[in-house]
DNA sequence: AATACCTACAACCGCGTCCCG
DNA sequence: GCGGGACGCGGTTGTAGGTAT
């Protein structure tokens, strides 16, 4: 059951590379190009698997890596393209030029992380911490009765998994919960889902562009909805933009 | 000086997807 | 259309080096 080994684990090494195994793959692929990790680890003398020598190639070895500190650009483009693309990091690195996937990815959780924390903002969904529940008015959900605690001040240690290490279980990310109530929003109008689905990609892509260009008309939904920033900067290009140039529409909201 | 704890990041692992026969 | 191999990605772990006690 189960896939087969990538390799022969009994006869590779594993753990930190040497200056020998770096200058033998780097030697073999400037010969040979890249492709076929899979053959070659043996066609380079390498007691490694092929998908080490990819991962060693394309974070450190490859050409045209920048090393070194990410500048504060940098910084706030990552912000803005996770909370565009969320996870994608290698979607985030195809706009860092000389940044790796790896390197965004763990800069993230080190350093980006913390940063958004310290200002108030949960980097898992680049929505506020500690966030006002939006004025019950504001809504034309009917949601059921509010119970005591019924917006759920849910404390969760903040998300990712065995990276948010000890030092960070202090941090409690307390977001407000609809109670037992799974709300979707969708910004579709019903009747334009079909097309919508359809133009989705080109909008997408469109959108991306707009990021490129430094967000354009974007405005955070916090501010949309007249929330207060804990800190006086707005910093609306931190999250997902909704475009200014309409009203947020509830045309279609799906209550699961 | 010794030890514990923390941080940063390189590397590994497993799964999803793609491609080809 | 199906199955298997290879690749790519994201999550997770291991560990070296730094800092605090």
Not at 97 to 109: A, V
Not at 217 to 230: A, E, F, P, T
């Amino acid at each position: 059951m189960g896939r087969s080994p990538c390799c022969d684990k009994a006869h590779i090494n594993k753990g930190a590379w040497t200056k020998e195994e770096d200058d033998r793959l780097t030697a073999y692929i400037r010969a040979h190009g890249e492709g076929c990790w899979r053959s070659l680890p043996q066609a380079a003398g390498l007691l490694r698997c092929g998908k080490s020598c990819r991962l060693r190639w394309i974070n450190y070895l490859r050409p045209g890596l920048k090393r070194g500190n990410f500048t504060e650009e940098e910084d706030e483009l990552i912000i803005k393209l996770h909370a565009h693309l969320g996870n994608k990091w290698s979607l985030i690195a195809g706009r860092l030029p000389g940044r790796t996937d790896n390197e965004i990815k763990n800069y993230w959780n080190t350093h980006i992380r913390r940063k958004l924390l310290s200002r108030g903002v949960d980097p898992a969904t680049h929505g506020l911490i500690h966030a006002r529940p939006p004025p019950v008015s504001n809504f034309s959900v009917p949601f059921p009765k509010v119970e005591e605690n019924n917006w759920g001040l849910s404390s969760t240690s903040s998300s990712s998994g065995s990276s948010t290490r000890a030092s960070e279980s202090s941090w409690q990310i307390h977001t407000y919960r609809c109670p037992d109530l799974n709300l979707e929003l969708s910004l579709s109008s019903p009747l334009q889902q079909q097309e919508k689905e359809e133009e989705e990609e080109e909008e997408e892509e469109e959108e991306e562009e707009e990021l490129m260009q430094g967000g354009k008309d974007s405005v955070c939904i916090n501010c949309r909805w007249g929330l207060q920033m804990r800190s006086k900067e707005c910093m609306c290009d931190a999250f997902v933009g909704l475009k200014s140039s309409g009203l947020l529409e509830y045309r279609s909201l799906q209550m699961n």
